[in-house]
């Protein structure tokens, strides 16, 4: 299976150009699905009819549409997605893959020195000849790689050397390689697109704070005070695993670019204390990979004949934005990105807790939704179908590292914050 990235700025034109049109009649654009759904399978044309009401309600309301991140990729509110899909170069999926286990999967202690970055996956495809790289991250895409560029280069090239044609990080050609692989989403949700890292980082603290002042009131002594957890030392033995790793690292680098091998030792001494404090991911359950609360779930599939038409009709008609995610509930991120000249779909997203519950989430909250849209994937079952998890299992590729910049925090949790913040901003106003 191909998973080449076709026409990816041609996808990022249309993305720049969203927002800025006039106008249209939302009886127009119901008119338009109506015809685009005219030759879709029976369960589509249902699933819109049964929809329709929502629907108009979701175009005739203008919900805020994705906007551009900059010179590529899909923004909603503050939050931006970046897709890329790169060919490996030989040996590449190898040293990545051993890479990525010998960290356990988790690259928190990296990935959390960009500070813009809410999660990451990487995942491996086409018989592992292709990678996939996507992620989800605050503001403008140039800021964004920036960051990276200023904050962890080394990581960047220990990583990216086994992409085929790599030019190195600090290269002048190197964002115009990363726009060349990139593919721009043509739905993209966020469960809370105004919230940054740095700001969802304040919330944690201040709803910390809050937690802990009604504590000390509620008791009549007062709460002790908390004492910080002693870091255990390591053993000899800890230290002798974590040397055989660093070892297995410089055997698999031997063969690789000379950037990657100079990568690589120069971030030995950080990347020894990470192996060392690697906890790893989790898995979600039936597949995926899960890190703390949060999982994902990475699915690629063809489209049935007229399929990508419809689906990108759809798309269109919603502005890019499918804020039925929020019926969900444990929804973070979800993103729609057509891959191979419009063939195949690659349906991923962010979601907290375990896989069956997830989806059994789609099934009982939107799914006339979800026929909606998967009717023009090639074998879609339908939600109600008994095999329709099968179904989605056949086509889910688990990621092979997953990144969340809150790990504990659930979209709940994540709305109670923001719930409690407010409030306090509140009466400080009032006492101010």
Known sequence: MSTMT???DTGARKQAKRGSAPPVDPQVKIKELHELFADAPDLGKKALD?????LTSQVAELPPPIESAGRVGARLGKISELTIVVPLAVGGA????SF?????????????KVGTLHDMRFVFLDNDTKLLFATSFDGDWDTYIDDFVTKIPDYLDIIDSAWDGWPGIRSPG???YLVKHQITAEGWFVAH?????????RLVRLGKAVDEFLDTIGDEGGAPEAQPAEKKPTTPEQARIVEQKIQKLRQLYSDAPEMGRAALEKGLPNLTREIAAAAGTQSAGRIGARQGKVSELTAVAPFAPGGAKRLRGLLQALEGNFRGGDAVGTLHD????FLDNDSKLLFATAYDGEWDAYIDDFV????????????NIEGWPGIHSPTVKDWLVAHQIPADAWYVSSPKLTVAETRRLEHVGQAVEQFLDRIG
Not at 100 to 109: H, I, K
Not at 364 to 375: G, H, V, Y
């Open 100 to 112: 990525l286990r010998l960290l356990g999967g988790n690259l928190s202690p990296g990935a959390s």
């Open 193 to 201: 697109p105004d919230l940054t890292v740095a700001e969802t980082d």
């Open 334 to 337: 979800m993103r729609f990105v």
């Open 94 to 97: 190898k040293r990545l893959r």
């Open 50 to 54: 049964n929809v329709l009401r929502e």
């Open 6 to 8: 076709g026409s990816e």
């Open 174 to 176: 190197a964002k115009d």
């Open 364 to 375: 009982t909250k939107i799914p006339d939704a979800l026929d909606l849209l998967f009717c």
